[in-house]
């Protein structure tokens, strides 16, 4: 079967061509901001939003110069799928989320496959830009923008899209062909996610898996420490002035190097679940699905901040990719109250520290191994005993 695979690589190219780059994203901001207006004022005039088709046909009457045609038109899609997005959403109880309002100065921009030329020979893709007029008064292709890549593109390439993290990154989503597997097995597994124990999980065999997070946790701490030390000094520097410039790219470099880390410890501890889930045969995983959680807490601001930079997202995501390979699949069902109800009676204790404790028979075990085997047991007919204390734990080198 096909699956699409993405790859993000690092841009080089000359200066011509790194200011048409910089073109390409204000020119899509621009459009965007356009499309946002064009939305808002059909809103207040007619209580409705516009279709993806009069949204698509309006980008073609900004004029820009460098972005093409294709690359405006999925811009116009774009904004059609964002206020789609929070309308479901809406609809489900987040009613703190807002349609899009703020103008953008720059917004990546995406050309599909027909408008890419990718030389696999050089290592470079070429990127079509804007027609032009000459002066024999026909349309002219415009000079294509030619970027160099040291690692190896790949091969049937589908979307390209062009992001500026402290550089200019190419995102290239490419489509390959992997074997399609399916495990055939009695053993189901069931995950808890955590801030601090990232994944945690139990199958019917009492196997049970703890991989910690304290890395992306340190990672992210002193990526906090450093940003208030580094907005605090770009405070007292004077606007414009070459300090205050300094400070914002090192601000930058902080910020990008960071999320090179984050996803590296990411895309580390979800394989090292879908080798673990390989080895013991599990063919299906259940997970607590914890979307929207730090909307229903109410802490301290350390904590509401731990809460709002977990990436659980991120890693259902790779998690459910991963498996999904292997043959394995992910089933999100509702987590409430798994870590809270004790193994052995039955009885409903809100957790301290990193041990339950029952208040009613006093048992006491690790508090995420309870709320995996609470999701399991809930969620299946093994109806399984009291967890043993056989953890294998796990950590991101």
Known sequence: MEQ??????????????LNKLFQCNRESALIWNECLKFNQLN?????????????????????VQTICANSKQIIG?????????????????????????????FYPTEWSYQYLFPNYEKNEIRLTTSQYIGEDGKNHNGQQIRMKFKMKI????????????????????????VEEREIISNNIASIDLGEIHAITSIDNN????????????????????????LTSKIDKCKNGSNQRKKYKKALNYLKAKTERQVMDCIHKLTRMYTNWA???????????????????????????????????????????????????KL????????????????????????VYKCSNCESEYHRDIVGAWNILNFNTDYNLKLPEANIKYLRIA
């Open 206 to 229: 009492n196997n049970q898996l703890i991989i910690t997070g304290r890395k992306i946790r340190s990672l992210k701490q002193f990526r906090n420490k450093k940003i208030a030390e």
């Open 331 to 354: 089933i999100k069902v509702n987590e409430a109250y798994s870590s809270q109800i004790c193994p052995t009676c039955g009885e409903k204790t809100k957790p301290k520290g990193r």
């Open 43 to 63: 809103y207040k005039d007619n209580k409705k939003l516009h279709t993806t088709r009069e949204l698509v046909d309006y980008t073609k009457t900004i004029d």
């Open 4 to 17: 699409y695979k993405t790859i993000k690589l690092k841009i080089n190219c000359n200066k011509t061509d």
């Open 77 to 105: 899609k774009k904004i059609f799928d964002a206020y789609n997005a929070i309308s479901k959403a809406r609809k489900v109880g987040r009613t703190d989320l807002n349609y899009p309002w703020k103008e953008k100065n």
């Open 154 to 177: 790949p091969n049937n390439i589908k979307l390209l899209k062009l992001i500026y993290k402290n550089g200019f990154y190419a995102v290239i989503s490419y489509l390959v062909e």
């Open 278 to 328: 390989v080895e013991k045969g599990i063919s299906a995983v259940y997970v607590g699905d914890v979307t929207n959680i730090e909307l229903h807490v109410k802490s301290s601001k350390i904590v509401n901040q731990k809460l709002n930079q977990w990436d659980y997202g991120k890693i259902l995501h790779y998690l459910e990719y991963k498996l999904g390979l292997e043959g394995i």
